[in-house]
């Protein structure tokens, strides 16, 4: 049995302490936003937070969560569904295509700006190179950080409703 | 820039028009519909409990339904793999509507014969056939809706979704609603139905005062006669098309909550996971297999040996891939003998080397080709190589199936939900009614996912265990045992005249799908031409890459060009402009590409500049990639981007599909490669089959011109073919080395 | 005529509508035990020291293979690491950070490293596999100790 925080709210499991976070989160727990992508840590695509730090899910055995807080890209809004910054940033540059890379990329962004609130182009480049993005969307992703950082003004599609 | 054509072609518009709207009529089955769900007998009967069973929900006709909230929803047949197309069709549709954007959403059509895309597939098939004069319309309609409903014609590529489906069926099923609703509303309120007007999904008759939402008359609009001629707008009436309007599927998007394939649950059962390992080498079988460690193994609830395929099914995917790891099997010999990627383009140069200057099956001929070469005052020869690619999709690919008392219900990820249901029939020996085909958004398409073979496999799993279970491939599986862009080489010999002009051109390749005319340039004016396939064996197995042919024959012909120009001593911008005479629309987006770029400015030290220009799926692209040598490995500064897809219907949507066409293309040409090793795919994950990274990824800007409201292109695909062409001639630009086989970064290790 | 895909797409499709059918069924179909029915957990016992550390190592499989001879993947071999130099396995393409390093991976190294893989070798190319648990990694230490020819 593995005791742990997800979301913030406690979970216990059942599991072979030696499964991926990544597993449990998604066959146990039901929360498949946390996406598999290569199995081996090198697509970013299953980044979750443990404790406060991105680590990815698919290569972290959930024996390393015992009495800690993981943050899944389902916990990253508000209470009350309230977008946090990063996410409305992602809406406002429409960033997103296929969009299955994009909870990692989202979740790594936020790490970086807690960290690193006013980062420079090569401070994202570095931080972000972890995630792949088969679309393409990289050009998006980094304006959209800039714009939750407040470093440039949101673009602002033409239609909001 | 989002401008509009200068001068409306409202004749032709009109014509277009009638005929689109005819289509949607016969698509329904002889009448757009009417009453769906109240009438016994009429083919549409059945589509009210299959796509509008909510609540006061009415279904106007079988592209929309109206809710008693006044919630328009629009019925997209084609799927969503992150190139926006649920968005861009309900955009055209609502447009047409007058509906209020805040209250449309979208809803994924069921795989049902009834949504299959005739427009779509007649656009492949018979494109002549859309010129034909309207009395002949009704006959070619019904007879393309048959053909696809016969070729399980659900399908979504060619970056045709907008210029088919969207231009030729939801733009009308929204004109023709947007009647029907006047019609109730004129007939309720006995007045003339010239006087009602239409906004924000609300009717109005300003000589009484009298309003009403959409919702109020939805019943009996849908007891209207569908009008013959609905009236479409004009592009200075457009009011959603055009426009940066957000897109519908991404909220979901960064909140977690999009359901893509991989996330299929079955309602009510708890779900088993298979982790499958396909042979090695295309064509063999599974020899001998070796379970005995794997089946003690925690969660293990059955070993498979498929023939073609192992599989292990486990209580969670990661015990089922742990067991799998622990069979060990033995194949049996391949019949090929091409072993290595040597072997591979061996075959290639011998298949060249055997047609010579004239031999292979010809695509194009034109005027004189041995003369004219006789004749040139120079010539220049080149041979090109590209190499295998795997797609790699982000989501791998994977497939959830419950097989049970004759039925099977799948869940999977697939640009082609008809087909797949046909194949994964077929392999259970069921009729295709039996099978029901649940198809989320893609992680990912491009062209991977019009293939089934995936969804085979799990059914044959499922039809095995009897119970529910989601299979799912490992990256390394993706990566090794798919299908793949095919390897290809191709010759050129260029003859120039006295002037310096490419008066003769001779080429010849190894490889030819689709598009048919992606080996030929026909908007460069060369008065004489051959060009010809000479056919040679593929060791892998071939699916459409993204851009298919155009993902190799752009690389071949936009670098043959450059060296061409070279030749002539003339800058590769001067030497394609003096080209494009016949072509106004290529050299208006050639010319913007390098106004964007600063083309005549001469760039840093060790940069260099490379342009390409091509025509895909009915747009036109030209790329300028800047790229900085002077570290002696290529690191991409910018990319220029100028596009004319005719018109662009959300433009932030047309520049997210070049940007991403752009990463993708420029990813296959420095780093892609799948090459063979004693028969088998040598890469297998993302550390030796690299993509394209953040800190790799230059700063791209795009520019659209609209160029043609009436013909309109495509968006997907083709932001990819120049990309390779023009960081290669930048290369040689930086450097002066030429590369002439892909991928790039391979030379600079 | 040209080959195009997509016509090969639609005649695959009508030749599946027409064509009869043939079944491929399982070559050999091993069922161990029907779904829903708790396995019976297989946990080392506590002082078994290797055990549980082989059973720790799972996850570390996904990128290294301790078997004698085995292939390296994402990450080196590691059967025989403790003990050796670090970024001394022949044809493994090392970060230049953990080839310079100048570690011998003795047992107290190893435990330094899988705590905090980028602390102890900042450079390194292992982003994940960092194991936070001292009891967890004295056990994967074991198992790796166990290993040797």
């Keep these: 049995m593995v005791k742990f925080t997800i979301n913030g709210k406690a979970a216990s499991v059942e599991a072979d302490p030696a499964m991926p976070i990544l597993w449990v989160v998604r066959e146990k727990l039901g929360l498949t936003g946390t996406k598999f992508g290569c199995g081996v840590a090198q697509c970013g695509a299953c980044t979750v937070h443990l404790d406060g730090q991105p680590v990815r899910s698919c290569s972290t055995p959930i024996a390393e969560a015992e009495g800690k807080a993981i943050t899944t890209i389902e916990g990253v809004a508000g209470p009350d569904g309230e977008l946090s910054k990063v996410q409305q940033a992602w809406v406002s540059e429409q960033v997103p295509q296929c969009g299955y890379c994009q909870s990692g990329q989202i979740m790594a962004a936020t790490a970086l700006l807690r960290d690193n609130p006013q980062p420079s182009d090569a401070d994202i480049d570095t931080a972000m190179a972890g995630n792949i993005c088969r679309c393409g969307t990289y050009v998006r992703i980094r304006a959209a950080i800039k714009v939750a950082a407040g470093l440039e003004p949101a673009k602002g599609a033409e239609l909001r409703s | 820039m989002n401008d509009m054509p200068q001068q409306p072609q409202r004749s032709r518009a009109a014509k277009w028009t009638r005929r689109g709207f005819i289509g949607a009529g016969v698509l329904a089955g002889g009448a757009l519909v009417i009453g769906v769900g109240v009438r016994t007998g009429n083919p549409v009967g059945r589509l009210g409990p299959l796509v509008a069973g909510g609540e006061g929900e009415q279904l106007i006709n079988s592209w929309l339904k109206i809710g008693a909230d006044n919630i328009v929803t629009a019925i997209v047949p084609h799927c969503e793999m992150g190139q926006g197309v649920h968005s861009v069709l309900a955009q055209m549709l609502a447009d047409e509507l007058d509906a209020d954007w805040s209250l449309v959403r979208v809803m ?90 239409t906004a924000n999904s609300m009717l109005s008759h300003k000589p009484s005062g009298r ?137 290639f140069a011998a298949a060249l080397d055997a047609a010579g200057d004239k031999g292979g099956e010809e695509v194009i001929g034109r005027g004189d080709v041995p003369t004219a070469m006789q004749a040139a005052a120079k010539t220049v020869s080149a041979d090109y190589q590209v190499p295998y690619l795997a797609h790699a999709p982000l989501e791998p690919m994977n497939a959830t199936v419950w097989a049970r008392d004759g039925r099977c219900e799948i869940w999977t990820s697939t640009q082609v939900p008809l087909m797949a249901r046909s194949a994964a029939a077929k392999a259970l020996g069921l009729s295709k009614d039996d099978v029901t085909m649940h198809h989320p958004m893609l992680g990912g398409g491009f062209g991977r996912r019009l293939e089934t073979d995936y969804v085979v496999m799990a059914a044959r799993i499922g039809q095995a265990t009897g119970y529910p279970v989601k299979m799912i491939w490992s990256r390394e599986e993706d990566t090794q045992k798919g299908l793949f862009r095919c390897a290809d080489m191709s010759r050129f010999t260029g003859g120039l005249d006295a002037q310096g002009r490419l008066t003769a051109y001779n080429n010849v390749f190894t490889q030819r799908n689709d598009p048919a005319d992606a080996c030929d340039c026909a908007f460069y004016d060369i008065p004489n031409k051959s060009i010809r396939v000479a056919e040679a064996e593929l060791h892998l197995p071939f699916a459409a890459f993204r851009s298919v042919d155009h993902s190799q024959q752009a690389f071949f012909i936009e670098s043959f060009i450059d060296e061409a120009a070279q030749a002539a001593g003339r800058d590769p911008l001067e030497f394609r402009l003096a080209m494009l005479g016949q072509s106004p629309r290529h050299k208006a987006v050639l010319e913007k590409a390098a106004a964007m770029a600063g083309w005549n400015a001469k760039p840093a030290a060790g940069h260099g500049r ?67 090793k004693d028969g088998a795919v040598e890469q297998s994950n993302f550390h030796d089959y690299k993509l394209m990274r953040m800190d790799e990824c230059p700063a791209i800007a795009v520019e659209i011109i609209n160029g043609d409201h009436v013909r309109l292109g495509g968006a997907g695909e083709p932001g990819l073919p120049p990309a390779a062409p023009a960081l290669a001639n930048a290369i040689f630009a930086a450097t002066g080395k030429r590369i002439r086989a892909l991928p790039l970064a391979k030379h600079f290790a | ?80 690491v403790v003990g050796r130099g670090a970024g001394s396995v022949a044809g493994f393409s090392y970060s230049e950070a953990m080839a310079k ?17 980028s602390g102890k070798v900042p450079g390194t190319e292992m982003v994940a596999g960092q194991v936070a648990d001292a009891q967890r990694r004295a056990a994967i230490i074991a198992y790796l100790a166990s290993l040797k020819n």
Excluded at chain 2, 218 to 230: K, R, W
Excluded at chain 2, 238 to 250: C, E, S, T
Excluded at chain 2, 645 to 663: H, L, S, T
């Design chain 2, 108 to 197: 994924q059509a069921p795989a049902d014969g009834s949504y299959v895309v005739t427009d779509t597939i007649r656009t492949f098939v018979a494109p002549g056939t859309l010129d034909a004069p309207d009395w002949l319309e009704p006959t070619w309609n019904g007879l393309f809706t048959k053909i696809a409903q016969l070729a399980d014609g659900l399908i979504t590529g060619g970056s045709s979704s907008i210029r088919t489906t969207g231009q030729r069926t939801m733009r009308i099923a929204g004109a023709a609603a947007r009647q029907m609703l006047i019609g109730a509303a004129a007939r309720e309120w006995d007045v003339a139905a010239a006087e009602i007007t």
């Design chain 2, 211 to 347: 309003s009403a939402p959409y919702s109020q008359f939805a019943a009996a609009a849908a007891e209207q006669d569908m009008p013959q001629t609905p009236q479409m707008k004009a592009p200075e009436n457009y009011r959603l098309m055009g426009k940066d309007v957000p897109r519908i599927d991404i909220p979901d998007k960064v909140n977690g909550a999009a359901s893509f394939g991989i996330d299929a649950v079955v309602p009510g059962q708890t779900l088993t996971y298979a982790a499958v390992r396909r042979v090695p080498v295309p064509g063999t079988r599974v020899a001998k297999m070796d379970a005995a460690q794997a089946k003690t193994m925690p969660g293990v609830l059955q070993i498979l040996n498929m023939g073609d395929f192992l599989a292990v099914v486990a209580d969670s995917y990661w015990q089922a891939q742990q067991a799998l790891n622990a069979v060990t099997a033995e194949y049996t010999a391949p019949e090929s003998t091409i072993r290595s990627s040597d072997d591979q383009f061996a075959r």
């Design chain 2, 610 to 676: 490379g342009i390409a220009l091509t025509e895909s799926f009915g747009t036109i692209v030209a790329e300028v990639v800047e790229v900085d040598m002077s570290s002696g490995k290529p690191r991409l500064t910018n990319v220029w981007c100028a596009a004319d897809p005719g018109f662009a219907m959300n433009p932030d949507g047309f520049r997210n599909q070049m940007e991403g066409g752009i990463v993708f293309g420029l990813t296959a040409a420095l780093y892609g490669e799948i090459s063979l």
């Design chain 3, 1 to 80: 005529m040209h080959r195009s895909a997509t016509l090969a797409v639609i005649a695959l499709a009508l030749t599946l509508t027409a064509c009869g059918s043939k079944v491929e069924d399982p070559v050999e179909q091993i069922v161990v035990r029907p779904p829903g029915v708790a396995a019976v957990p297989a946990a080392p016992a506590a002082w078994d020291l290797v055990a549980a550390g082989k059973a720790a190592f799972a996850v570390c499989t996904a990128c290294h293979s301790a078997e004698p001879g085995g292939a390296s993947g994402i990450g080196p071999n590691l059967h025989g």
């Design chain 3, 101 to 117: 390093s100048g570690l011998t991976w003795t047992e107290s190294e190893l435990d330094a490293f899988i705590a905090n893989p």
